[in-house]
C-alpha cells in the first residue's frame, strides 16, 4: 500500500519572495533602509510679503501715469487731428497745384479740409469764399472733432484773433506757403500742462506744437 499523503499547513507553503541559498559558514544580515519623503518645494512668507511689497510699489508708480494719459486723451486726440489736417491740405495743395484751405468752425469745435481759389486781393476771413470741401469721412484726415472738454482759446490767422467768428479758412498755397495760425486748445481738467499751441510755418506750411504758450511768443520777439 501507498503511504498516505501529509497534509502541509499554509503557515510551511509559505514561500519567501526572494529564495536564500544559505552557504555554510556565511551570517546574512538584513540592513534597515530608512526611507524619507521627498521635501516640498514651496514659498516662506517672507518671501510672498516681498513680492506683494514690490507689485504694490509699481502699481502705486503706475497709476499716476496711467490717469495722467487718460485724462490728457482728448487734449491729444484733437492736437494730432488738426496737426493731421493741417498736413493733409498742405500735400493737396502741392500736389493738385491748387489753393486748398483748412476750414475751422471755432464754437463747434470742428475743422475740415476744403478747396477753391484763395483771393489775393482781399481777407479770406473777411466773407465767404466758394469752395469745394473733399469728401471728409472720420479717421481719413481730412476733418476732425474736439472734444466737449477741449477749449479753443486762441485762434489767430495772420496776426488777426477769430476764435469769435463762425468759420475761419487757413490756406495752403502750391509753392508750399501758408498762412499764419496760432491756435491754442485748452482742457481745465488737465492738472499738469493743460494748453496746446499749435502754430504754422509760414514759408513751409508745416506745423509745430508747443506745450508752454509763453515759449511761442518769447520766440517770437
Known amino acids: 500500500m501507498s503511504p498516505k499523503p501529509q497534509r502541509v499547513s499554509s503557515a510551511?507553503?509559505?514561500?519567501?519572495?526572494?529564495?536564500?541559498?544559505a552557504l555554510p559558514g556565511i551570517t546574512?544580515?538584513?540592513?534597515r533602509f530608512t526611507f524619507h519623503a521627498a521635501r516640498r518645494?514651496?514659498?516662506?512668507?517672507?518671501?510672498?510679503?516681498?513680492?506683494?511689497?514690490?507689485?504694490g510699489i509699481v502699481l502705486t508708480?503706475?497709476?499716476?501715469?496711467?490717469?495722467r494719459m487718460r485724462a490728457e486723451a482728448p487734449l491729444r486726440k484733437g492736437v494730432k487731428d488738426v496737426v493731421e489736417v493741417c498736413s493733409h491740405a498742405r500735400a493737396l495743395a502741392i500736389l493738385q497745384s491748387k489753393?486748398?484751405?483748412?476750414?475751422?468752425?471755432?464754437?463747434?469745435?470742428?475743422f475740415a479740409v476744403g478747396g477753391g481759389p484763395a483771393s489775393a486781393s482781399s481777407d479770406v476771413n473777411a466773407g465767404p469764399v466758394q469752395f469745394h470741401a473733399p469728401s471728409a469721412s472720420p479717421g481719413?484726415?481730412?476733418?476732425?472733432?474736439?472734444?466737449?472738454?477741449v477749449v479753443i482759446e486762441m485762434l489767430d490767422v495772420d496776426l488777426t484773433e477769430y476764435k469769435d467768428n463762425d468759420e475761419v479758412k487757413v490756406w495752403f498755397y502750391p509753392n508750399g506757403v501758408c498762412d499764419e495760425?496760432?491756435?491754442?486748445?485748452?482742457?481745465?481738467?488737465?492738472?499738469?500742462?493743460?494748453?496746446?499751441?499749435?502754430?504754422?510755418?509760414?514759408?513751409?506750411?508745416?506745423?509745430?506744437?508747443?506745450?508752454?504758450?509763453?515759449?511761442l511768443i518769447t520766440s517770437r520777439r
Open 181 to 215: 495760425l496760432t491756435l491754442i486748445l485748452f482742457d481745465p481738467s488737465v492738472a499738469r500742462d493743460p494748453r496746446r499751441v499749435i502754430s504754422l510755418e509760414v514759408t513751409t506750411g508745416l506745423a509745430s506744437v508747443e506745450l508752454d504758450p509763453r515759449a
Open 140 to 149: 481719413s484726415g481730412l476733418s476732425g472733432q474736439l472734444s466737449d472738454r
Open 61 to 67: 508708480m503706475g497709476v499716476p501715469i496711467f490717469y
Open 41 to 55: 518645494i514651496a514659498f516662506t512668507m517672507i518671501e510672498l510679503m516681498i513680492v506683494v511689497a514690490i507689485m
Open 99 to 110: 489753393a486748398t484751405c483748412v476750414v475751422f468752425h471755432p464754437r463747434e469745435g470742428n
Open 28 to 31: 546574512f544580515h538584513v540592513s
Open 12 to 21: 510551511e507553503c509559505r514561500v519567501p519572495s526572494k529564495k536564500r541559498h
